[in-house]
């Protein structure tokens, strides 16, 4: 199955757009991409810092077909991630729950999933946000880079591809015909 792919100079959240997209189109999975955003969402309403040259992305496909609980597809989503993540950084990646990636214990990817429906459709909608080549200093929280990590610069096109071919797999096993 393919994810229909919208990409986009700057928009205010991944997420927020791919609402968007759901509520005004008939596409039913799909993956936003874009290069900056200036208002990107964190988990318990807090502000993801969005420096330009890091993946912020979100994926959304209908839940119909997904017998699989919330917290089931939160640790399979952030297993996705971390598989092609792992690609690149050969270090132990951890899974802080409900939703971030770690490595040497600090943050370098935030997943957002937010749950909406339309006409009785039921969708999720999984935000991912990975530090390629900036972090943000944080007092309260540790934060990392993989450019820092690895001391390689990482072609971002191709995560990002990688990512939507991860999610593409995973979603066929449930729609085989779409």
């Not at 999975?29 to 969402?41: A, D, K, M, P």
């Not at 959304?60 to 952030?78: D, E, P």
């Not at 909608?125 to 993989?146: D, E, F």
Request: proline share 2%; hydrophobic share 35%; with cysteine.
């Amino acid at each position: 199955m393919k994810l229909k792919q919208f990409n986009f100079k700057k928009v205010r959240s991944t997420n927020q757009t791919s609402i968007r997209v759901i509520n005004n189109s008939n596409c039913k999975f799909g993956l936003i991409v874009s290069e900056t955003q200036s208002n990107g969402r964190g988990q318990y309403g807090r502000k993801w810092i969005s420096y330009k040259g890091n993946i912020f992305m979100s994926i959304f496909y209908k839940l119909n077909k997904i017998n699989l609980s919330l917290s089931s597809l939160t640790k399979k989503n952030c297993l996705l991630v971390k598989r092609v993540i792992s690609k690149y950084c050969k270090k132990n990646i951890t899974f802080k729950p409900p939703n971030d990636l770690l490595i040497n214990k600090k943050k370098i990817c935030g997943i957002l999933q937010e749950k909406i429906e339309k006409s009785d459709e039921k969708y999720l909608i999984v935000g991912i946000g990975i530090n390629l080549i900036k972090s943000p200093n944080l007092s309260n929280y540790s934060t990392t880079n993989l450019f820092s990590v690895i001391n390689k610069k990482i072609n971002k096109k191709k995560i990002e591809k990688e990512l939507k071919i991860s999610f593409e797999k995973f979603l066929s096993k449930y729609y085989k015909i779409i």
